[in-house]
């Protein structure tokens, strides 16, 4: 019987990397103390779950691997068409071909914990990464669909290399001379395109935080310029700031 303390093997099991999973289960196994075959058993669900995981990500490249010619592919999200105040932002990430980054999604489906984590992973991994906004005086100025397309190009123009295929969440982009392929729900089917959807996030997110600790008043940290109850009521309390949309608070103000 292995003479760690049952404490120590914790430890060890509490600081271990998922690519030391099989050699733990291996060194303890044929313990026999119930506390060791529990961290075992432990240990051998995590490494279903990453299994399962790992089967979600290459679920996740169908589209990456049906354009595989195309040398560099780009996937493209925006958020932020629906707030009241805040820019919209767009981000547009090409990943490489042999991408093996866990957990990307849908960022609506991460916590922002996870988003952080993968925003960090996305950002050193990627070949190029590119982000776009514009601001709530320009979402007046010529509509939120204009100004989400403006966003999405500005990303795009900033990708060194150039894309050679764009695959978008849902939306074919005006004025973009690169070949498109519009996927619905695109964030929650393609690898590179739930990227996109967490580097856009991320960056709003952020953003959203530095105005709220300028403007406290309209909690922008907790709502990121969604219209919640609170932001509500202090907008008609208040006023607007010089980051609402005048076009989507007429019905508060």
Do not use: W
């Amino acid at each position: 019987m292995n003479n760690k303390k049952i404490g120590e093997i914790k430890s060890e099991f509490q600081l271990m990397s998922d690519r030391d999973l099989s050699s733990f289960i291996q060194a303890y196994e044929e313990d026999p103390r119930a506390g060791v075959q529990s961290l075992v058993a432990q240990a051998k669900k995590r490494i279903e779950k990453l299994e399962a995981e790992i089967l979600r990500i290459e679920n996740l490249k169908i589209f990456e691997r049906k354009y595989a010619d195309y040398e560099y592919i780009c996937g493209i999200d925006e958020v932020g068409r629906g707030p009241l105040a805040g820019p919209v932002v767009a981000a547009a990430v090409i990943l490489p071909k042999d991408c093996q980054i866990l957990y990307i999604n849908d960022s609506k489906k991460l916590s922002a914990k996870k988003r952080e984590e993968l925003y960090d992973v996305i950002m050193e991994e990627a070949v190029a990464v590119g982000i776009g906004m514009r601001s709530p005086q320009r979402i007046d100025e010529i509509n939120i669909l204009q100004a989400t397309y403006e966003a999405m190009r500005e990303a795009i123009g900033k990708l060194h290399p150039q894309p050679t295929l764009l695959l978008n969440d849902a939306v074919t982009i005006p004025e973009v001379s690169i070949r498109q392929v519009p996927i619905i729900k695109g964030d929650a089917k393609s690898i590179s395109i739930g990227a996109a959807s967490i580097i856009a996030k991320v960056t709003r997110d952020r953003l959203m935080v530095e105005y709220d600790k300028i403007m406290p008043e309209y909690d922008f940290a907790s709502n990121k310029g969604y219209g919640s109850a609170a932001h509500i009521e202090a907008l008609k309390k208040y006023g607007p700031t010089p980051i609402h949309r005048r076009s989507f608070i007429g019905h508060f103000v």
